[in-house]
C-alpha cells in the first residue's frame, strides 16, 4: 500500500487543494486511533502515538494509493485541554462532516473496554445529521476475554441505538484482527 502524509490542516481552508474521497477516523481520545490508523495503513508510525490522549489537534490527511485521503480526526472526550479548546475541536470536526463539498465516510471508534459516552453519541448524531456512510469500529478487543466481548457489543448497539445495517467492525491493532473487513468497506465505498 502506497501512502504518503499530505498535510495537517488547523481548519477546513488547510486541507488538500486536490479533491479525492475522504475517509476519516474519529474516536474517544485514547481509543486507540493512531494505532488502528497505522495497523490499517501497514506502517509503524504513519499516525503519531502519544501515551498522552489528545494529541491529534489538527486534520491530518495522507493519501493511500493516490486514490483516497485518510483523515486523522482530532479526538475528543477526556483530553485535558481547556473548554475552550476541547469547544475549538467540536467546531472544527461538525463543520468537517457538513461540508459536503467533498464525497467522504467516517471510522467512528469506540474502545470495547468502556460503555459509550454522550460525545460518542453526540458524534454519531452529527454523522447521521450530516448523512455521511460510517461505520462503527471497536478497538482494543484483545483487552477483553472473549465471553465479556458479545456483552460489550450488545451494550454498544443498545447504547448508540444502531440499526442492523450499521456496519460494525471488531478489530485490535495489538492483535492484527479486522484491518481487512476495514479495507473491504472503504473499498466498496470507492467502487460506488
Not at 477546513?12 to 486511533?33: D, M, Q, T, V
Not at 498522552?52 to 482530532?74: A, I, S
Not at 471508534?109 to 448523512?131: G, I, N
Not at 482494543?140 to 451494550?155: F, M, P, Q
Amino acid at each position: 500500500m502506497e501512502v504518503k502524509f499530505i498535510t495537517s490542516a488547523p481548519n477546513l481552508a488547510g486541507r488538500p487543494e486536490e479533491i479525492l474521497p475522504e475517509i476519516a477516523f474519529i474516536g474517544r481520545s485514547n481509543c486507540g486511533k493512531s494505532s488502528l490508523i497505522n495497523y490499517y495503513l501497514d506502517r509503524r508510525s504513519m499516525a503519531k502515538i502519544s501515551g498522552k490522549p489528545g494529541k491529534t489537534r489538527l486534520l491530518n490527511y495522507f493519501e493511500v494509493e493516490e486514490n483516497y485521503y485518510l483523515v486523522d480526526l482530532p479526538g475528543y472526550g477526556f483530553a485535558k485541554v481547556s473548554k475552550s479548546t476541547r469547544h475549538q475541536w467540536q467546531k472544527l470536526i461538525r463543520q468537517y462532516f457538513f461540508a459536503g463539498d467533498r464525497p467522504m465516510a467516517v471510522f467512528l471508534l469506540l474502545d470495547v473496554r468502556h460503555k459509550p459516552t454522550e460525545d460518542d453519541k453526540k458524534t454519531l448524531k452529527w454523522l447521521q445529521d450530516a448523512e455521511l456512510p460510517y461505520s462503527v469500529v471497536v478497538t482494543k478487543i484483545d483487552k477483553v476475554s472473549k465471553n465479556i466481548l458479545i456483552e460489550r457489543y450488545r451494550e454498544i448497539v443498545t447504547t448508540l441505538q444502531l440499526s442492523k445495517n450499521t456496519p460494525f467492525f471488531p478489530t485490535s491493532s495489538t492483535a492484527k484482527i479486522g484491518r481487512e473487513n476495514l479495507l473491504q468497506w472503504v473499498g466498496a465505498l470507492l467502487e460506488e
